[in-house]
C-alpha cells in the first residue's frame, strides 16, 4: 500500500524555522510530482509548494515565496520543506501529496503533521 508520512512538525516562535520531512513508500517515488499543502483551523486546504519528479522545476504559494524552500532526494524516497521566518499566519496542518503528472488523476495524500508558530 502507499504510504506518507510527514515529519517534524512542532512548536516554534514568529521568526523562527522547521524543516518537515515526508518519507514515501510503496509507489515508484520518482515518477510523482510531490507537493506540500497546509490547512488552518476551519479553512479549506491550501498549496504550499511544489517539486517535478526530476527536481528541475519548483513552484511556491505566493504567501510561502522566499521563506520556503521544498527539495527532494529520489534515492531516499522523501521530500522536505524548509520554513524560514515563519509567522502566525502559518500555523496549521501540513500534507504531503503525491500525484502522477502525465494526465492521470491519481493523487496519495499523507496524514499530516501540525505546525503551530507562536507570537
Known amino acids: 500500500q502507499v504510504q506518507l508520512q510527514e515529519l517534524g512538525g512542532g512548536l516554534v516562535q514568529a521568526g523562527g524555522s522547521l524543516r518537515l520531512s515526508c518519507a514515501a513508500s510503496?509507489?515508484?517515488?520518482?515518477?510523482?510530482?510531490m507537493s506540500w499543502h497546509y490547512q488552518a483551523p476551519g479553512k479549506e486546504r491550501e498549496f504550499v509548494a511544489a517539486?517535478?519528479?526530476?527536481?528541475?522545476?519548483?513552484k511556491y504559494g505566493d504567501s510561502v515565496r522566499g521563506r520556503f524552500t521544498i527539495s527532494r532526494d529520489n534515492a531516499k524516497n522523501t521530500v522536505d520543506l524548509q520554513m524560514n521566518s515563519l509567522n502566525t499566519e502559518d500555523t496549521g496542518v501540513y500534507y504531503c501529496k503525491a500525484s502522477f503528472p502525465r494526465g492521470s488523476d491519481v493523487v496519495y495524500w499523507g496524514q499530516g503533521t501540525q505546525v503551530t508558530v507562536s507570537s
Open positions: 510503496g509507489l515508484t517515488f520518482s515518477r510523482y510530482v
Open positions: 517539486i517535478s519528479d526530476t527536481g528541475g522545476l519548483k
